[in-house]
Nanobody, 125 residues
Framework: QVQLVESGGGSVQAGGSLRLSCAAS????????MGWFRQAPGKEREGVAA????????LYAASVKGRFTISQDSAKNTLYLQLNSLKPEDTAMYYC??????????????????WGQGTQVTVSS
């Protein structure tokens, strides 16, 4: 059984930083791909960043490129998302996702089978 558990969210002021973690069990983080998505109230879920084992290759949403960094630690079987220069528009619930078939950048993550419960990020101006 795959379990993804996020942590590290919180409330910060604009310009601040956070590091989100996603501890995986039943799934090895360097299998195919993993990603981070976010959903703000009243908005659709959107992809933030994803990482593929083959390459390795990463992709970022245009809105976070240059500010967020996705990484993984195989020894700890954990996925990370470093959030820097945070803006109020980054406020959302952030979810970790995984897919053994590599579909970690499908629109809204619709084809991804494994999800965490989410961790809230709130950025105040």
């Amino acid at each position: 059984q795959v379990q993804l558990v996020e942590s590290g969210g919180g409330s910060v002021q604009a310009g601040g930083s956070l590091r989100l973690s996603c501890a995986a069990s039943g799934y090895t983080v360097d299998t195919a791909c993993m990603g981070w998505f976010r959903q703000a109230p009243g908005k659709e879920r959107e992809g933030v960043a994803a990482i593929w084992t083959s390459g390795p290759r990463t992709l970022y949403a245009a809105s976070v490129k240059g500010r967020f960094t996705i990484s993984q630690d195989s020894a700890k079987n954990t996925l990370y998302l470093q959030l820097n220069s945070l803006k109020p528009e980054d406020t959302a619930m952030y979810y970790c996702a995984a897919d053994r078939l590599g579909r970690c950048w499908t629109p809204h993550g619709s084809q991804i089978p494994y999800w965490g419960q989410g961790t809230q990020v709130t950025v105040s101006s």
